[in-house]
């Protein structure tokens, strides 16, 4: 199975953009990439997910890179609320959807 | 608006009984996935289902069974509960899988004493 690499951790000043790294060099063709995050207490919450293109949607945009070996999730303006373990995924041609360990994103007020 | 209902939130159990989480979706998702996350890691897949009348094993099946009658509910079945089963259970359901969004539950926390 394609796996991801992601930071354990990442700070961010409120009110301005964050940048996610994630790294998938074994990603396959058909391999979607997701982005889910957990609040506090909660079950993960889908962000977005692309295939090859950059998605925007009303909570992120997704940055794939030429070759997909990586991507990047921009949050254009942190707050409070966006505290949280995001989760980089790719969708796997048998339908599972397996999660790494994430991201723990920490924001500074 | 109720998306994906588990029950019970908490619960306490003695080693070696047994008991059911549920799980039910309103959204006539075919897809559905149980998962369980110990303190400070990451999701871990259970079990999975493509649709009615079809389940298969994900990461950690073991000690766990699962059924899917219809197409809205997805049990999960401890059969002998071990304090390793402590932890809390997520039940997850998404139109077609690969490609589309998947919708958690509140999740059930499981403790085995």
């Known amino acids: 199975d394609a796996k991801t690499t992601q930071p354990n951790s990442m700070e961010s000043n409120e009110e301005e953009p964050v940048h996610l790294p994630c790294n998938h060099s074994t990603i396959s063709g058909t391999d979607y990439i997701h982005w889910y995050r957990q609040l506090p207490s909660q079950g993960p919450e889908y962000v977005i997910h692309g295939l090859t293109s950059n998605v925007n949607n009303r909570m992120a945009s997704l940055a794939i890179a030429e070759d997909r070996k990586s991507s990047t999730l921009i949050l254009h303006r942190a707050t409070l609320r966006d505290a949280a373990v995001y989760y980089c995924?790719?969708?796997?041609?048998?339908?599972?959807?397996?999660f790494g360990k994430g991201t723990r994103l920490h924001i500074l007020p | 608006n109720a998306g994906v209902t588990q029950t019970p939130k908490f619960r306490i159990l003695k080693i070696g009984q047994s008991m059911t989480l549920q799980c039910a979706q309103d959204m006539n998702h075919n897809y559905m996935y149980w998962y369980r996350q110990d303190p400070g890691m990451g999701l871990k897949l259970i079990y999975y289902s493509v649709g009615a009348g079809i389940t298969d094993k994900g990461e950690v099946p073991n000690g766990y069974n699962v059924s899917r009658s219809t197409t809205e509910d997805f049990p999960l079945r401890l059969e002998l509960a071990a304090p390793s089963q402590t932890s809390v259970y997520f039940c997850?359901?998404?139109?077609?899988?690969?490609?589309?969004?998947?919708?958690f539950g509140q999740g059930t926390r499981l403790t085995v004493v």
């Open positions: 995924i790719l969708s796997i041609r048998d339908d599972k959807i397996i």
């Open positions: 997850a359901s998404s139109p077609t899988g690969m490609n589309t969004e998947a919708f």
